[in-house]
Nanobody
């Protein structure tokens, strides 16, 4: 069982930055690809980013490419999402997810955090 806890959300002005963290309880963290998804009110959960088990490969949604960067520290069982040049449309609850395969589909991930809210004001 992998338990995930996100932190770092908050209220920020457009153009600002935030760094989200996701700490995993499982000591086999390095065996899992880690992804970030987000869900705005009334919308479906959407893919944001994914990072491979070693951290050597990453992928991003087109809407965040060039603005968001994901990284991981396997020694600390933590994955990060650095968000820059934030826009009001980035406002959503952000969730981290863990799974054995490097995928962009939410259905491929068995373990989820509780989410952290990011609100970007215009």
């Amino acid at each position: 069982q992998v338990q995930l806890v996100e932190s770092g959300g908050g209220l920020v002005q457009a153009g600002g930055s935030l760094r989200l963290s996701c700490a995993a309880s499982e000591r086999t963290f390095s065996n899992n690809a880690m992804a970030w998804f987000r869900q705005a009110p009334g919308k479906e959960r959407e893919f944001v980013s994914v990072i491979s088990r070693s951290g050597g490969s990453t992928d991003y949604a087109d809407s965040v490419k060039g603005r968001f960067t994901t990284s991981r520290d396997n020694a600390k069982n933590t994955v990060y999402l650095q968000m820059s040049s934030l826009k009001p449309e980035d406002t959503a609850a952000y969730y981290c997810a863990a799974g054995p395969l490097y995928r962009t589909s939410a259905g491929r991930y068995a373990y989820w955090g509780q989410g952290t809210q990011v609100t970007v004001s215009s």
